[in-house]
């Protein structure tokens, strides 16, 4: 059964440091998306991808967060600084793009930062 | 324009009863309609999904009824299970872009 895979599942950093989050699409799906969860703003959009190419990054804040594609099996999103109001939980999701197919979530990255 | 309105915030049911969930949409462009469930702990998963040429798709205990006009469509659990209690989140998109999610229903089904 095919899975959407992100690493770390936790990570408790202190402020200030920087922190890299992993995911591995399944394989053939060339759309990725990155979302933040948190309990006062529910599940937002970060940012997503299509064939490794940036196609809308408008709900990322841009001065601390970038996320890139540097293959086709891997989505990374950074944090730098951090900050405590960037704890939450981070998903990303994959889907084979412009078909009748679902978008299929990881587990997710619980972030807390101290 | 871009948001997806969900009611209620939490519903209580009894084993065997009907959940009952309610989004609303503005975005007339929007053409896919998917509800995912989520369990502590892990990444939401699609249950059901429909578009909007149709007004209505059951699977299993589970239907979606769609209203183009009002732009409003609902998630029905029929004999409701403890096995059911989950978050539960509706989005709307267009095709396969983007996802807007609705801020989500904790269900709890009591035996």
């Known amino acids: 059964d095919a899975r959407v895979t992100q690493t770390p599942r936790h990570k408790v950093t202190e402020m200030g440091q920087e922190v890299t989050m992993r995911c591995q699409p399944i394989?053939?799906?060339?759309?990725v998306f990155w979302y933040r969860q948190t309990m006062m703003q529910g599940l937002e959009l970060l940012a997503y991808?299509?064939?490794?190419?940036?196609?809308?990054d408008s709900g990322m804040p841009k001065d601390r967060f970038s996320a890139e594609m540097p293959d086709a099996t891997l989505a990374t999103l950074k944090i730098q600084p951090s900050e405590p109001r960037d704890s939450a939980v981070y998903f990303c999701?994959?889907?084979?793009?412009?078909?009748?197919?679902?978008?299929?979530f990881g587990d997710g990255t619980r972030l807390s930062i101290l | 324009q871009q948001q997806v309105k969900q009611s209620p915030q939490s519903l209580i049911v009894q084993k065997g009863g009907i959940s009952i969930i309610n989004c609303a949409y503005e975005?007339?462009?929007?053409?896919?309609f998917p509800w995912y469930q989520q369990f502590p702990g892990k990444g939401p998963a699609l249950l059901i999904a429909?578009?909007?040429?149709?007004s209505e798709k059951k699977e299993g205990r589970f239907t979606i009824s769609f209203n183009k006009s009002a732009k409003q469509f609902s998630l029905h659990i029929m004999d409701s299970q403890p096995g059911d209690s989950a978050t539960y989140f509706c989005?709307?998109?267009?095709?396969?872009?983007?996802?807007?999610f609705g801020t989500g229903t904790r269900l709890q089904v009591f035996p």
């Open positions: 975005n007339t462009a929007f053409d896919y």
């Open positions: 999701a994959s889907v084979r793009g412009h078909s009748n197919q679902p978008q299929h």
């Open positions: 991808f299509r064939n490794r190419a940036p196609l809308d």
């Open positions: 989005a709307a998109s267009i095709i396969t872009d983007k996802l807007i």
């Open positions: 394989l053939g799906h060339n759309t």
């Open positions: 429909i578009r909007p040429d149709v």
